[in-house]
């Protein structure tokens, strides 16, 4: 076969597949999932009684204060930033990232120390996820353990009773799919801003 | 610990119960015979064969068939290079990302079209909507397609049928098998919560402190989600793949996932036996995988569960190794997806493989120096029937008969193209460059101290080479050297040995079958199945095993013996 002939068959093919993989299948399922699923197609995205967006459903905040429970330590403060000085248009785009440290790492030994000594410090039992970096940086979910050992902490700064807040951390948690799949978590915005919302 | 062992051992038999029905779909498809599709898709894929100039009948020679791949795919990568370099002219852009430099587009766009995704970049903060869903997504089809079409050529001419016409399998494999069930997986991924939208990122103040603000990137990812995994494609709309909750929300999709990155490679070997009408020959070869497979499952999660030693000391009890690691996820289906994404070259993370016990690494690296445990969409398979033929020849050798498969006599130029495929061309792809870059000062970008940088050298090039795309992504890989050099590897990984799977298929698919007698080895039993695990072992592990020594497992000792 000559070359002109195979070589246009590779290029109309490409043509011909393109637009049906590339143009038609992405953009009806965008009007698919705007249409089926308007909320979940545009990030899960929680608002406030005043109708403004306050985070995501999937996507983690970072909580530091005594007053919230605290999130897992993230390697890009969860994609967060002051819009007065982002030097690194962290907020033009958004972010994801990980540590990427060897178990061997001595970097990673030395950080984990600090964080264990913080958090026992704040009278907090350190749990691995308390003291590991997430995989995305954006990790939502705390283990239940490491939300009930805050308990004491959030009940003392917001003057709460210590079971009202555990009734919120079972509310806020998502469990496995099927009681099988997947590991259970507590949704650490969901449940500061159920904190929020109880007053005090 | 219990709990997690079930999760694993639930899905890989989700897995097996759909291999008979996913596998014999796929050889339907293949061997024309009527699919519930016929009536909308029969009219479509004449059009399209009007349109590309494509005579279905026409069948083709293994070096005609190969020169089809070769040209398609030059075409593919050059268009997408092309869409890569103007994506700041083009619409779809909400970020304004301006293009990226020549060498990182020119790495990306070889790494997409030879089926890896390798990806040297972030995706959220170097291309545009468009240039994912427009150029990364289609190579997602045409690359997965592409080793589909090649398994089954190779398949075909195994078992003495005709080649079969690239284009027609191309397109089937695309209309018939990867879109259907991406339309489905993306409409249950949408509704169990990832983001399908061409908004930009939504800005929100934070609760804790409304001074800072957070940036939540969201983009069309359900539709590309799906297909990374169904392809083995496995590059990541956002930087950091299916570890982000846009990608994989919950324990639902990942569930999904990982059922849809195992189901290609898995099934593909019950159509080779549908084609060999010999099913038990299947299912002896998919039940050696397998048992390959859950060692290395065990291995790895084993390692993930007992956690690191020295952070255990410190926190005063054994906590598992969660760095890098998503809580949804937990040990358990962290370890069952880095085993599976380097089993079948898939790639997509869902935890990060540099910060696995080295345990981990191992296991992840042995994947990549096989390629047959699974293996890649479509090429694995065909690897997997090259280490048979490779077995009869060894087994030939040993009782003094001339070899045979399927009723072919295995010959010379069938044990050169073989042995050349396993035994040549994966090692000189891995093990030279690497040696270059830790030679050459100044290039190598290792980030973690010890063995494991050589570990991140090596799995990078491993990774491209084998075609998975996965990486220690601690490396600092953006570079002008790591993006020309990957891309050496990548290439020399995926058309080389292609090339010489259908040049083999050509020659056997052309051999006069001979009549079984009593003194021919039959390939479908036990015994001759242990040996074909010992010929892989020993050809396709023992190459590499210095590299294994020197990385993961120095720094296993090392951990053991205290890290300061």
């Known amino acids: 076969m000559s070359f002109a002939r195979e070589a246009g068959r590779a290029i109309r093919s490409t043509l011909v597949l393109w637009v049906i993989t590339a143009l038609v299948y992405p953009l009806v399922m965008v009007a698919f999932g705007q249409i089926a699923f308007p909320f979940q197609a545009n990030g899960s995205i929680l608002t406030n009684t005043q109708g403004q967006a306050v985070g995501s459903a999937l996507i983690g905040q970072p909580f530091t204060s005594d007053r919230y429970f605290n999130s897992r330590p993230s390697t890009t403060s969860y994609s967060t930033a002051d819009p007065q000085n982002d030097p690194d248009t962290i907020l033009q785009t958004g972010v994801s990232g990980a540590s990427n440290l060897a178990p061997s790492n001595p970097d990673l030994l030395q950080r984990v120390q600090e964080t264990t000594t913080q958090l026992q410090q704040a009278g907090i039992q350190p749990t691995a996820d308390l003291v590991y970096t997430s995989g995305s940086s954006l990790d939502p979910h705390i283990t239940p353990e490491a939300a009930r050992a805050q308990i004491t902490r959030v009940a003392t700064a917001r003057g709460l009773p210590p079971n009202q807040l555990e009734d919120l951390i079972s509310q806020n948690t998502d469990g496995r799919f099927l009681g099988i799949f997947g590991e259970p978590g507590v949704n650490v915005l969901r449940l500061n801003l159920a904190l929020d919302a109880l007053g005090s | ?564």
């Open chain 2, 1 to 564: 610990m219990l709990q997690g062992w079930i999760q694993i051992a639930l899905t890989l038999l989700i897995v097996v119960a759909i291999t008979p029905f996913f596998g014999r779909y796929m050889a339907r498809v293949f061997v024309g015979q009527r699919t519930i599709f016929d009536s909308v898709l029969n009219p479509l894929e004449r059009t399209f064969f009007l349109l590309s100039g494509v005579r279905a009948r026409e069948e083709m020679t293994g070096w005609q068939y190969a020169r089809a791949v070769l040209y398609s795919n030059l075409a593919m990568l050059v268009f997408i290079y092309l869409i890569f370099m103007f994506q700041g002219v083009l619409p779809f852009n909400p970020t304004g990302l301006s293009a990226p430099s020549w060498d990182l587009a020119l790495h990306t766009a070889i790494s997409f079209v030879t089926n890896t995704n390798q990806q040297h970049y972030s995706g959220e903060t170097t291309y545009s909507y468009f240039s994912q869903f427009a150029a990364l997504g289609f190579m997602m089809f045409t690359s997965a397609a592409t080793g589909i079409a090649v398994a089954i050529a190779f398949i075909r001419g195994l078992t003495g049928k005709p080649l079969g016409n690239f284009y027609v399998d191309l397109t089937q494999a695309i209309t018939r098998i990867l879109l259907p069930i991406s339309i489905v997986g993306a409409m249950i991924l949408m509704a169990a919560g990832v983001p399908e939208t061409l908004a930009g990122p939504a800005i929100v103040p934070t609760l804790e402190n409304p001074g800072i603000s957070q940036a939540i990137a969201r983009g069309p990812v359900a539709h590309y989600e799906i297909i990374k995994e169904l392809g083995e494609n496995g590059g990541g709309f956002f930087g950091i793949n299916s570890a982000h909750p846009f990608e994989n929300p919950n324990g639902f999709t990942n569930l999904v996932e990982i059922v849809a990155l195992l189901s290609v490679p898995t099934s593909l070997i019950y159509t080779f036996g549908l084609f060999a009408n010999n099913r038990k020959q299947a299912w002896l070869i998919y039940s050696m995988v397998m048992i390959i497979f859950v060692g290395f499952i065990v291995i790895t999660a084993i390692g993930e569960y007992d956690g690191n030693p020295a952070v255990n000391t410190l926190l005063g009890n054994q906590q598992p190794n969660l760095e890098g690691k998503e809580v949804r996820f937990g040990w358990a289906q962290s370890a069952l997806f880095a085993v599976s994404t380097t089993a079948t070259m898939c790639g997509a993370v869902n935890a990060l493989h540099d910060s696995f016990m080295p345990n981990g690494g191992f296991v992840t690296l042995s994947n990549m120096f096989l390629q047959i445990v699974w293996g890649g969409q479509g090429t694995g398979t065909a690897y997997l029937f090259a280490y048979l033929i490779l077995a009869v020849f060894v087994t030939g050798l040993m009782v003094g008969r001339t070899p045979e498969f399927l009723g072919r006599k295995i010959e010379k130029r069938e044990v050169v193209l073989a042995s050349f495929l396993i035994l040549l061309v994966h090692p000189i792809a891995i093990l030279i460059p690497t040696a270059l870059t830790l030679t050459i000062p100044g290039v190598s970008g290792i980030t973690n101290p010890g063995f494991h940088g050589l570990s991140q050298v090596v799995y990078e090039y491993a990774s491209a080479a084998a075609n998975n795309g996965s990486g220690f992504e601690g490396l600092d890989d953006g570079t002008l050297w790591w993006n020309l050099s990957a891309s050496f590897s990548l290439l020399a990984g995926r058309y080389i040995p292609i090339v010489a799977l259908l040049l083999l298929a050509d020659s056997m698919s052309r051999k006069q079958p001979v009549p079984a007698t009593a003194g021919t080895l039959r390939t479908d039993t036990g015994l001759f199945t242990g040996v074909t695990a010992g010929v892989i072992l020993i050809l396709g592990a023992l190459t590499f095993f210095p590299v294994l020594a020197l990385g993961p497992v120095a720094e296993a000792f090392q951990i053991v013996k205290g890290i300061g």
